[in-house]
């Protein structure tokens, strides 16, 4: 028997989770990350992804995170505010051109608080097709899901992988599970397309047509 099956994933929360605005968490970018702690290497950390989750068309069978609502447990939008400096002072120098862009997020310009999206609920589901333990392993490594984990921000209260029947790592309900580089189908889908990357890591790897998701809510 294949140690890969297909597999669900809930993961309890204990914090709101800071995310992207424009694209959703997948579970093969948390794996990534889990095992970049351990070791850093890009080539070594692919080859041990290899060994956890199963691969077609370069593309990992790993889903996005789906946020669970239930009658008992809703899900709410926030906002946090993060300090991003704790020192000010004037900016005294010139500036070379009439006309200039200025970036709040870094530099002698960098706000001293910034605001960040994020998302209050109980539990995630991710959909996977790959291998039990391992995942299991690498999800109870990591401090927490989303940005600003090492802040407190997504902590993780508990994991739970079971085996289930069929594949949604990719579709489920027939609607996009995950994003999903455009050359791989034949015919045009409804979801929408943007630019972006499809497979770990998420910060450099390339970035070409994709089909996005719409919808990252689960209801059971």
């Not at 199963?54 to 239930?70: F, T």
């Not at 002072?89 to 002698?108: H, Q, R, S, Y």
């Not at 490594?141 to 990719?170: M, P, T, Y």
């Not at 045009?188 to 970035?207: H, I, Q």
Request: proline share 3%.
């Amino acid at each position: 028997m294949s140690e890969f099956n297909p597999l669900r994933i809930e993961v309890d929360m204990m914090t709101s989770i800071v995310h992207s605005n424009t694209h959703p968490i997948h579970l093969d970018g948390l794996l990534y990350w889990a095992i970049y702690s351990m070791n850093n290497n890009h080539e070594k950390i692919i080859e041990v992804l290899d060994e956890t989750l199963s691969k077609s068309q370069d593309v990992y069978h790993a889903s996005q995170a789906l946020y669970e609502k239930s009658s008992s447990h809703n899900i709410l939008a926030k906002e946090i505010t993060r300090i991003t400096r704790t020192d000010w002072k004037e900016f005294d120098g010139i500036l070379t051109k009439p006309k200039k862009t200025i970036k709040e997020n870094e530099g002698v310009f960098c706000k001293k608080f910034t605001l960040k999206l994020a998302t209050q609920v109980k539990r995630i589901i991710f959909f996977a097709h790959g291998n039990h333990e391992k995942i299991q392993f690498y999800l109870n490594s990591i401090l927490g899901i989303g940005l600003q984990a090492n802040s407190g921000f997504g902590e993780i209260a508990k994991v739970k992988v079971v085996r289930i029947v069929d594949d949604h790592s990719w579709f489920l309900d027939e609607k996009l599970n995950r994003i999903l580089p455009k050359s791989m189908f034949y015919m045009s889908r409804n979801e929408p397309v943007r630019s972006c990357r499809y497979k770990p890591n998420y910060k450099s790897s390339d970035v070409v047509d994709c089909y996005i998701p719409t919808n990252n809510t689960l209801v059971v």
